[in-house]
């Protein structure tokens, strides 16, 4: 059973920083697509950054581009989220997920993100 945990929110001030951390079980997450999405209360779940098999490329939502980037510890079966430049905009629950990109069919419980203004 693939399972997924993420780890890393918190409750930060504008501009700082945050890194998010999803430690996937399971499978071998080199093979497969890495994402990460947000859903902010009252909002519908919006796409963040991914990185495709392997780490090959990776996309990112236009308003996270420059200031988080996505990474990949294939060694620990881990994804990773660096959020710099943090705004009171970014505040939502972060999921992580995996799948044949560009499709994801296992998801993470997600971790609170709050950032203060």
């Known amino acids: 059973q693939v399972q997924l945990v993420e780890s890393g929110g918190g409750l930060v001030q504008a501009g700082g920083s945050l890194r998010l951390s999803c430690a996937a079980s399971?499978?071998?997450?080199?093979?497969?697509?890495m994402g990460w999405f947000r859903q902010a209360t009252g909002k519908e779940r919006e796409f963040v950054a991914t990185?495709?098999?392997?780490?090959?490329?990776?996309y990112y939502a236009d308003s996270v581009k420059g200031r988080f980037t996505i990474s990949r510890d294939n060694d620990k079966n881990t994804v990773y989220l660096q959020m710099n430049s943090l705004k009171p905009e970014d505040t939502a629950v972060y999921y992580c997920?995996?799948?044949?990109?560009?499709?994801?069919?296992?998801w993470g419980q997600g971790t609170q993100v709050t950032v203060s203004s």
């Open positions: 997920a995996t799948g044949p990109f560009p499709k994801y069919d296992y």
């Open positions: 399971g499978r071998t997450v080199s093979n497969y697509a």
């Open positions: 990185s495709t098999w392997s780490g090959g490329s990776t």
